[in-house]
């Protein structure tokens, strides 16, 4: 197994081309968000990173990127938001997420009688369905809510082989929620919209180096905060978690980091944004890295079996979410935000977001995507009963 020193170089290194790719090729209007996740997955299948694909084996540095830099990003972005801007998502966003998680309950009902799952996958089928509906409305807290009641763990190889079939269709769907925005803009030959999307694909390109510049009181202040705030959000989630209140951690920081954000002092802070996308690519890099084809080729005609599953799923709820989208005529970069907080959950959500130049909905795309939490499980058990 590679170091955790190798395995952190060579993920800043892919950020790095990334970056520079998009600052001096054609590559510019792919964006970084979406190179960074095609580089870490072309990484990965070629063995220069690991892909933690197995239940057994975990990445230390990945493990800390999920659990620690993912909700550090989450915080330095949302220091730059006016709660008088929420206003204008409104209503909208929540009912595409809403639309997008009844759109992966009928994906997943309409796929199992399509693809004939009770027969290829035998009397673990209703688990299965709950397990991928749970995801794919809130995100891994579902999956394993669902697992742990129906003993799924105990089937080792359907188990991982769902795990590798859900990592690589949750990555290939973050590049199409990038994508998808652009080219249905281009189609319908928005000139105005289509010129506003090409410069956000370019994260905020133009904007992040004016306001970046490096100060090293600005740095220690934006870090101690961070960590600080983490470990005050950990410590408030034990207290409640003992008056039988299961609140994410995700949510107290969100809720800390927009107290916070209405200062002056601490919302002019010029580096936090920088700080924020730079830890959102290593995160997305990350989710690059579990694409681990190989893997799901070992596990042999299963592996295929649950990634057409998993795929069918996905495309059906893409399907729904951006028809209505098009059908009431709202931007479809709010599409893939709402789409993203389903399948990938609250930072990708954010991600996406950023990416897309909608910095008005990177609180709404982490609120929606502890929605889907909340959600996710109750849904889940609901389709394992129906199917």
Same mark, same amino acid.
């Given at each position: 197994?590679?170091?955790?020193?190798?395995?952190?170089?060579?993920?800043?290194?892919?950020?790095?081309?990334?970056?520079?790719?998009?600052?001096?090729?054609?590559?510019?209007?792919?964006?970084?968000?979406?190179?960074?996740?095609?580089?870490?997955?072309?990484?990965?299948?070629?063995?220069?990173?690991?892909?933690?694909?197995?239940?057994?084996?975990?990445?230390?540095?990945?493990?800390?990127?999920?659990?620690?830099?993912?909700?550090?990003?989450?915080?330095?972005?949302?220091?730059?938001?006016?709660?008088?801007?929420?206003?204008?998502?409104?209503?909208?966003?929540?009912?595409?997420?809403?639309?997008?998680?009844?759109? *992966? /309950?009928?994906?997943? $009902?309409? &796929?199992?009688?399509?693809?004939? !799952?009770?027969? @290829?996958?035998?009397?673990?089928? #209703? %688990?299965?369905?709950?397990?991928?509906?749970?995801?794919?409305?809130?995100?891994?807290?579902?999956?394993?809510?669902?697992?742990?009641?129906?003993?799924?763990?105990?089937?080792?190889?359907?188990?991982?082989?769902?795990?590798?079939?859900?990592?690589?269709? *949750? /990555?290939?769907?973050? $590049?199409? &929620?990038?994508?998808?925005?652009? !080219?249905?803009? @281009?189609?319908?030959?928005?000139? #105005? %919209?289509?010129?506003?999307?090409?410069?956000?694909?370019?994260?905020?390109?133009?904007?992040?180096?004016?306001?970046?510049?490096?100060?090293?009181?600005?740095?220690?202040?934006?870090?101690?905060?961070?960590?600080?705030?983490?470990?005050?959000?950990?410590?408030?989630?034990?207290?409640?978690?003992?008056?039988?209140?299961?609140?994410?951690?995700?949510?107290?920081?969100?809720?800390?980091?927009?107290?916070?954000?209405?200062?002056?002092?601490?919302?002019?802070?010029?580096?936090?944004?920088?700080?924020?996308?730079?830890?959102?690519?290593?995160?997305?890099?990350?989710?690059?890295?579990?694409?681990?084809?190989?893997?799901?080729?070992?596990?042999?005609?299963?592996?295929?079996?649950?990634?057409?599953?998993?795929?069918?799923?996905?495309?059906?709820?893409?399907?729904?979410?951006?028809?209505?989208?098009?059908?009431?005529?709202?931007?479809?970069?709010?599409?893939?935000?709402?789409?993203?907080?389903?399948?990938?959950?609250?930072?990708?959500?954010?991600?996406?977001?950023?990416?897309?130049?909608?910095?008005?909905?990177?609180?709404?795309?982490?609120?929606?995507?502890?929605?889907?939490?909340?959600?996710?499980?109750?849904?889940?058990?609901?389709?394992?009963?129906?199917?």
């Amino acid at each position: 197994m590679e170091s955790d020193v190798y395995i952190i170089a060579l993920l800043i290194i892919l950020i790095a081309f990334s970056e520079w790719l998009v600052t001096h090729t054609r590559a510019r209007h792919m964006g970084t968000a979406l190179l960074v996740i095609l580089l870490g997955a072309v990484a990965s299948n070629a063995g220069l990173l690991p892909s933690s694909s197995s239940i057994d084996e975990h990445v230390p540095v990945y493990d800390f990127i999920f659990n620690v830099v993912a909700p550090l990003s989450v915080f330095w972005l949302l220091l730059g938001v006016n709660l008088k801007d929420i206003r204008k998502a409104g209503m909208p966003i929540i009912a595409l997420f809403l639309i997008g998680s009844a759109g *992966t /309950a009928i994906g997943v $009902v309409i &796929t199992v009688h399509v693809l004939g !799952i009770k027969d @290829s996958i035998g009397p673990m089928y #209703k %688990a299965l369905a709950g397990m991928l509906t749970g995801t794919y409305t809130g995100g891994s807290i579902n999956f394993n809510a669902l697992a742990i009641h129906y003993n799924a763990m105990e089937n080792g190889v359907l188990f991982a082989g769902t795990v590798v079939a859900d990592n690589i269709v *949750t /990555a290939l769907w973050m $590049v199409a &929620t990038l994508a998808i925005p652009v !080219i249905l803009t @281009s189609a319908t030959r928005k000139i #105005k %919209a289509n010129e506003h999307a090409d410069s956000s694909s370019i994260p905020g390109k133009e904007e992040e180096k004016e306001n970046i510049g490096f100060d090293v009181l600005e740095l220690s202040i934006l870090l101690s905060l961070a960590f600080g705030v983490l470990f005050l959000s950990e410590w408030i989630r034990l207290v409640f978690f003992r008056w039988d209140l299961n609140i994410p951690v995700i949510i107290i920081l969100t809720i800390i980091a927009l107290i916070l954000a209405q200062w002056k002092g601490i919302s002019s802070l010029r580096m936090a944004n920088g700080m924020g996308m730079f830890s959102v690519y290593l995160f997305l890099v990350v989710i690059g890295a579990h694409c681990d084809i190989v893997a799901l080729i070992e596990a042999g005609h299963l592996g295929i079996t649950l990634l057409l599953f998993a795929s069918m799923i996905v495309i059906i709820h893409g399907i729904i979410i951006y028809s209505t989208t098009l059908l009431l005529g709202w931007d479809i970069r709010m599409a893939s935000i709402a789409s993203q907080a389903n399948i990938g959950g609250g930072p990708t959500a954010l991600a996406v977001a950023k990416s897309l130049g909608r910095n008005d909905l990177t609180l709404p795309a982490i609120l929606i995507g502890s929605l889907g939490n909340a959600i996710g499980t109750f849904l889940g058990f609901w389709i394992a009963g129906v199917v």
